[in-house]
């Protein structure tokens, strides 16, 4: 009996997410340390990576700039097109930055330098100019 206890395998659950999508960090009791990964065996030659689509290059940072113009619209930035006037929609603005954080949140390790760049940057100027806008128009 005690033989058949020892060649007992016990299962871990490595997995970082749950089937919902729930981080599975916090469900891990505090102070104990994670599972030391087992030793991986060589791995197998990969194929060489495909070269990304040359139409395909930039459509990130313009989708950025696009999604940026909107933002600034709604901030009262840039005239509305068709009366002429700024306009002010700070849930729209407020709305338009949080995809763009998750955009960053879904892509982090995926983009190249530039792409990378540009997203922090009109991120950081998005959320000043919101603050700002915020404040004067309470004040």
Known sequence: MEDRDKSRVKVLDRR???R???RREADREEGSAPP???PEAPAAPQPAAEA???RLAGL???FVVNLSTSAFLSLGQIPNPLTGRPELDLPAAASIIDILEMLREKTRGNLDLE???ILERTLTQLKLLYVQVSKKKEG
Do not use: L
């Open 60 to 62: 990130f940072s313009e």
């Open 52 to 54: 990304p689509d040359p």
């Open 20 to 22: 919902a999508g729930e």
């Open 16 to 18: 970082h997410f749950t």
């Open 36 to 38: 030391t990964p087992a």
């Open 115 to 117: 792409e990378r760049g």
